[in-house]
């Protein structure tokens, strides 16, 4: 540093105010620190900065089933927010959340000195056991969130799924099927929520359900069900993966999408525009979920009291999909 200092014709610290980002730096100054710092290939020594702060400025996540496209956005989305706040976020994928694999975890991140860690999950039992740990830093949790949870943040999944169900409702049809995620899952029993709540709300009967466990061939098993039933015209799939097998068992079956019957989704995946016909779906904004939840660990980490965060409403992305039933 005190080379970069002596080529920028400035001092030790002001070189250490431009590294950590201060106002307080004029911009000719800055630019010349910069250009020193780039003619000279400076980096930072972490271990000294460590040493000098006491903060890491590092953020550990823990998440599970990444192979599923919620789960991989969320850790997405908490890594691009940490990389904007200047924090490095260490994640740690499991595939299941034993007590055991929990704890492994959690002691993997610790080791790394993080500052604080984000836990997502998914099943009921991994939430017990995540809420039960008693941890030396802040644990925000992003997934299975409910409204005015503390240290939280998540997506209204009860909402998303009305949403879904209420566009249905409002083009004619009267009963909506509805394909389930896992049941051990929150969030799949929060739009199995959603989806009976808006019918209750007209006092409707809902639709038949059928259970699924994320996967399109789940979806395509449900829809071989769903195409021998004459009386089903629309269907609430709880992902767009089991959306996708629904759509593909009633082409198989000649019955029409949406003629016969309209298919609606949940997640807005970055395929779900090129099925055919394009889904209708649930958008979910996990870019403001990573900001939300970084925000929410630095403040437990300048010592906020159990900071909370309203859940994020999702939007209906309209597509060809769906459309009124047959007169």
Same mark, same amino acid.
């Given at each position: 540093?005190?080379?970069?200092?002596?080529?920028?014709?400035?001092?030790?610290?002001?070189?250490s105010? &431009?590294?950590?980002?201060?106002?307080?730096?004029?911009?000719?100054? @800055?630019? @010349?620190?910069?250009?020193?710092? /780039?003619?000279?290939?400076?980096?930072?020594?972490?271990?000294?900065?460590?040493?000098?702060t006491?903060?890491?400025?590092?953020?550990?996540?823990?998440?599970?089933?990444?192979?599923l496209?919620?789960?991989?956005?969320?850790?997405v *989305? &908490?890594?691009?927010?940490?990389?904007?706040?200047?924090?490095?976020? *260490?994640?740690?994928?499991?595939?299941?959340?034993?007590?055991?694999?929990l704890?492994?975890?959690?002691?993997?991140?610790?080791?790394?000195?993080?500052e604080?860690?984000?836990?997502a999950?998914?099943?009921?039992?991994?939430?017990?056991?995540?809420?039960? +740990?008693? +941890?030396?830093v802040?644990?925000?949790?992003?997934?299975?969130?409910?409204?005015?949870?503390?240290?939280?943040?998540?997506?209204?999944?009860? /909402?998303?799924?009305?949403?879904?169900v209420?566009?249905?409702?409002?083009?004619?049809? @009267?009963?909506?099927?509805?394909?389930?995620g896992?049941?051990?899952?929150? /969030?799949a029993?929060?739009?199995?929520?959603?989806?009976?709540?808006?019918?209750e709300?007209?006092?409707?009967?809902?639709?038949?359900e059928?259970?699924?466990? =994320?996967?399109?061939?789940?979806?395509? /098993?449900?829809?071989?069900?769903?195409?021998?039933?004459?009386?089903?015209?629309?269907?609430?799939?709880?992902n767009?993966?089991?959306?996708?097998?629904?759509?593909?068992?009633?082409?198989?079956?000649?019955?029409?999408?949406?003629?016969?019957?309209?298919?609606?989704?949940?997640?807005?995946?970055?395929?779900?525009?090129?099925? =055919?016909?394009?889904?209708?779906?649930?958008?979910?904004?996990?870019?403001?979920?990573?900001?939300r939840?970084?925000?929410?660990?630095?403040?437990?980490?300048e010592?906020a009291?159990?900071?909370?965060?309203?859940?994020?409403?999702?939007?209906?992305?309209?597509r060809?999909?769906?459309?009124?039933?047959?007169?």
């Amino acid at each position: 540093m005190a080379d970069v200092a002596a080529a920028a014709g400035v001092s030790h610290q002001t070189v250490s105010r &431009v590294l950590n980002g201060s106002p307080l730096v004029k911009d000719a100054t @800055r630019a @010349r620190v910069l250009a020193a710092i /780039e003619q000279l290939g400076y980096r930072r020594n972490y271990a000294a900065r460590v040493l000098a702060t006491n903060r890491t400025h590092r953020v550990g996540m823990i998440a599970a089933h990444l192979q599923l496209h919620g789960p991989s956005m969320i850790a997405v *989305s &908490v890594q691009a927010a940490g990389h904007e706040a200047g924090y490095d976020v *260490s994640l740690v994928g499991v595939q299941d959340f034993s007590a055991s694999t929990l704890r492994a975890a959690v002691d993997r991140l610790l080791d790394e000195a993080v500052e604080a860690i984000v836990v997502a999950v998914a099943h009921r039992e991994a939430m017990d056991q995540a809420l039960s +740990l008693d +941890l030396p830093v802040p644990m925000i949790v992003v997934q299975g969130v409910s409204s005015g949870q503390a240290m939280a943040v998540g997506i209204d999944q009860y /909402e998303g799924a009305r949403l879904a169900v209420d566009h249905l409702l409002d083009l004619g049809h @009267r009963h909506v099927a509805h394909v389930t995620g896992p049941p051990e899952w929150v /969030e799949a029993g929060q739009r199995r929520a959603g989806w009976h709540e808006a019918h209750e709300r007209r006092r409707l009967l809902p639709g038949p359900e059928l259970a699924g466990d =994320w996967s399109a061939r789940s979806g395509y /098993e449900a829809g071989l069900r769903i195409a021998e039933d004459p009386d089903v015209t629309a269907v609430f799939a709880a992902n767009d993966s089991m959306a996708l097998g629904v759509l593909h068992a009633l082409h198989e079956h000649g019955r029409d999408v949406p003629g016969d019957v309209s298919v609606v989704g949940f997640d807005n995946g970055p395929a779900s525009a090129f099925y =055919w016909p394009a889904l209708t779906t649930v958008n979910q904004e996990f870019s403001l979920l990573g900001r939300r939840a970084l925000d929410l660990a630095l403040q437990a980490i300048e010592g906020a009291p159990s900071p909370t965060s309203d859940l994020i409403r999702p939007t209906l992305v309209v597509r060809a999909s769906t459309a009124p039933p047959r007169a």
